[in-house]
């Protein structure tokens, strides 16, 4: 199965101010929590995750978790500079995931290979708040773990047929409620997971 999305995404070693006081101006926001593990290749447009079961989900939503585990890809086919105002501008990422293989815990080959991924690839631990609106945006406030050190990320992500123009102008409006200020987004670096996880790999 093949999926393609257009991504905004920021990642933070501190906490921000906003954070919280974005995060929780909608209270359809779902809890959930779940480990990761991410493939340690050299390559920032494109990452290879073994996806974990979700360990914990809010709001009443437990018949919805998450319980199979799937070997995941994530490439990188283009970014575009779209300007929101003056001197002001987002790098709107297309990306297309695709999901590799998924896992039966039952079968012997499946439960080897998830014990060789686990004790060699990258683990990182997502607490996530996350919000979908009508138009099928997908809102991410996560605070994540990943080789002894906490950070905070915050995505954006809306379906393709979306298409980057229309995300632009939805992102422009003001009043929507759980993003960023626009300051916070055009003044601070953006990060894909890959890119990022170079850096902490390197550091």
Avoid at 43 to 63: I, P, Y
Avoid at 81 to 103: E, F, G, N, Y
Avoid at 174 to 198: C, D, F, K
Wanted: proline share 4%; net charge negative; glycine share 4%.
């Amino acid at each position: 199965m093949s999926v393609a999305t257009l991504e905004l995404r920021w990642f933070f070693q501190e906490r921000p101010e906003w954070f919280d006081k974005a995060a929780e101006s909608s209270w359809r926001f779902e809890r959930s929590v779940r480990t990761d593990w991410y493939a340690p290749i050299a390559d920032r447009n494109s990452s290879v995750k073994l996806r974990g079961v979700t360990e914990e989900r809010g709001r009443g939503q437990q018949e919805n978790v998450d319980a199979t585990r799937a070997i995941e890809s994530k490439i990188l086919q283009s970014t575009d500079c779209h300007p929101i105002a003056d001197d002001q501008s987002l790098m709107i990422a297309r990306w297309v995931k695709h999901t590799l293989r998924t896992l039966d815990p039952s079968a012997k080959e499946d439960a080897e290979l998830r014990q060789l991924i686990t004790a060699n690839w990258l683990q990182v631990r997502k607490e996530r708040l996350l919000y979908e609106t009508e138009d099928s945006i997908q809102i991410e406030f996560a605070t994540v773990e990943i080789l002894g050190g906490t950070y905070w990320t915050h995505c954006i992500e809306a379906p393709i047929e979306f298409n980057a123009g229309n995300l632009v102008r939805w992102l422009g409006d003001s009043g929507q409620p759980g993003i960023a200020p626009t300051e916070v987004m055009t003044r601070n670096p953006q990060q894909s997971w890959p890119s990022w996880l170079q850096t902490r790999i390197l550091v």
